[in-house]
């Protein structure tokens, strides 16, 4: 049975070769949870990699929760699973309905294409100066370094109303949560010594204590910004203090993984590069289908509410169900020579924003970055080539890119 849970595989890129033999032979298959990378085994889970299966899963909230066992493939301490829970990502209907209806005001097309105009220029200064270093030195840049990371918490910073000055400790925060598997990554350790979960109370408190204090700050001074309007809102301190950390992590390393993986697709195609830049295709178009191939997420878990049966496997209550959004955008039953990146792809049903009541909150702003910085290296960027291979994080939760050397011109 191939494996697809090693965190180590994916710095090596998305094992195609494992998913198509999952979703062929064993479109549900059964998963070891070994103790791994310093973190302790796990009872194992069910791998759901095609994208009829996946849709399946992630439409039907009550018979796969996100609540029961949170959203992540690793057990929370059972002692901080109701803390866990009180995010909306690991809420249920109808609970969560409640919360979503309330941040889905701070998070309107309107509110969001406001802060299109001040992307457009950060897009645009990042990219030619990288352009100009890559001039004057050897023709060559790490676009990740020198373009994306700050891209992509610039953008997010601004959209939550965090002051500059502050955003240095919002990037330690989430590289914190997310980078946790990945070796280059010092370990935070708890009061025993060995590495403490990034996502426990303990190690969230500094966080918590910056949102309440950032919410007080804008119930005197709003802005036009989303934690003003949860500021405002009907939510208590704790689900507040919540809040901040889901967006601070969904909305930074997502848009930092998607921003270099469509550049990095876009380097090694040139002849879709061209059709891109001779305005043969629309950039958001292109968008899609740079989501489909590179997805920012690689996975997400739900847990049996119910025993039942799917694809002939008997899935008990209690069980982790994880889908690989990963496979489900890469499933010859649904897209046409999946490995073939086609700019123009029509329909693109891809999964990256996941599907069902919990689909991507942030879906409209992080199109909107994406297809800003590829109109802006348009024009700020010569044509441009890999200059050696990417560095990957090692994680099987973001498919994320530590470096992308570019070769300009
Ligand atoms: C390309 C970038 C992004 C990708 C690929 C992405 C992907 C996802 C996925 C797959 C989910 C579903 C989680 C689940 O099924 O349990 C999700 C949920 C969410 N995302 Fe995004 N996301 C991106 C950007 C953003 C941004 C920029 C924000 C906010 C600024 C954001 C905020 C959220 C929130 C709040 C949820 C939870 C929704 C809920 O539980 O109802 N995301 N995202």
Known sequence: MPDVFDPRLYARGIPHDAFRELRDRHPVARQDEYAVLGWPAGPGFWAVTRHGDVVRVLKDARRYSSHLGATQIRDPDPADLPFIRRMMLNQDPPGHGRLRRLVSRAFTPARTGRFEAVARTRARDLLTAASAAARAGDGTVDAVRAVTDEYALLNLTDLLGV?????????????????????????????????????????????????????????????????????????????????????TVAGNDTVRSAAPGGLLALATHQDEQRRLRDGRIAVDTAVEELLRVHPPVLHFRRTAAEDHVLHGRHVRRGDKVVVFHASANHDERVFPDPHRLDLARSPNPHVSFGDGPHVCLGAHFARLQLRVLHEEALSALPPYEPAGPPRRLVSHFINGLKSLPLRLG
């Open 163 to 247: 002051p500059k000055s502050d955003r240095g400790l919002l990037l330690t925060w989430t590289e914190r949560v997310i980078a946790y598997q990945d070796p280059d990554e010092p370990p935070v350790l708890g009061p025993d010594g060995t590495p403490a979960n990034p996502r426990s109370p303990a190690m969230l408190g500094e966080m918590f204590d910056y949102a309440r204090n950032l919410a007080a700050y804008k119930r005197d001074r709003p802005g036009d910004d989303v934690l003003t309007s949860l500021a405002h809102a009907d939510l208590s301190d704790g689900e507040l203090e919540m809040f901040f950390f889901l967006l």
